[in-house]
């Protein structure tokens, strides 16, 4: 699955955030490294288990993909 991610440099680092995945950002000294936490920090995300309360349920919201 890809994810968008804004990245660009401030100072001496590179920062960057993935815009589809609130919460998942990072801050690396090389380009190459912010993405490679990035993805890190994606994959540890979808992979976190959600407790939900007895009286709800999960559902999924289908989007029609944007022409970029």
């Known amino acids: 699955m890809k994810y968008r991610a804004i990245i660009k440099k401030?100072?001496?680092?590179?920062?960057?955030?993935?815009?589809?995945?609130?919460?998942?950002n990072a801050q690396e000294k090389t380009k190459?490294?912010?993405?490679?936490?990035l993805k890190i920090g994606a994959e540890d995300m979808?992979?976190?288990?959600?407790?939900?309360?007895?009286?709800?349920?999960m559902t999924t919201v289908n989007?029609?993909?944007p022409d970029w």
Do not use: H, M
């Open 10 to 24: 401030s100072d001496n680092w590179w920062i960057g955030w993935l815009v589809d995945l609130p919460g998942v």
């Open 32 to 37: 190459a490294e912010v993405i490679k936490s």
């Open 63 to 65: 989007v029609q993909d």
């Open 46 to 57: 979808l992979a976190t288990e959600i407790k939900f309360e007895s009286d709800a349920f």
